[in-house]
């Protein structure tokens, strides 16, 4: 079992800038893949960035450059820099990390952009 817990999310005006982390706890033994989805009210959770093992991360085109996803392998955290946020943004972020065939979800954190 892996326990994944996010924080950063908060409340920020259009043309801020938040960071989110996700620590992963428990049988962390060989966790590849990390990553991150958003789903915002109303809508469908979506993919908004993923990193792996090696550390090559993937965007969602509605990142349009302004994210960037990193990780600390060592430390088995994942972090989101969001910067150029727009109230599009405002969702709930979910932290993502496979453990061999296995996928957890970590509980959630809220972004909140104010126009």
């Known amino acids: 079992q892996v326990q994944l817990v996010e924080s950063g999310g908060g409340l920020v005006q259009a043309g801020g800038s938040l960071r989110l982390s996700c620590a992963a706890s428990?049988?962390?033994?060989?966790?590849?893949?990390m990553g991150w989805y958003r789903q915002a009210p109303g809508k469908q959770r979506e993919l908004v960035a993923s990193i792996s093992s090696g550390g090559s991360p993937s965007y969602a085109d509605f990142v349009k450059g302004r994210f960037t996803i990193s990780r600390d392998s060592a430390k088995n955290t994942v972090f989101l820099q969001m910067n150029s946020l727009n109230p599009e943004d405002t969702a709930v972020y979910y932290c993502?990390?496979?453990?061999?065939?296995?996928?957890?979800w970590g509980q959630g954190t809220q972004v909140t952009v104010s126009s």
């Open positions: 428990g049988s962390t033994f060989g966790i590849n893949a």
């Open positions: 993502n990390v496979r453990r061999f065939a296995v996928v957890y």
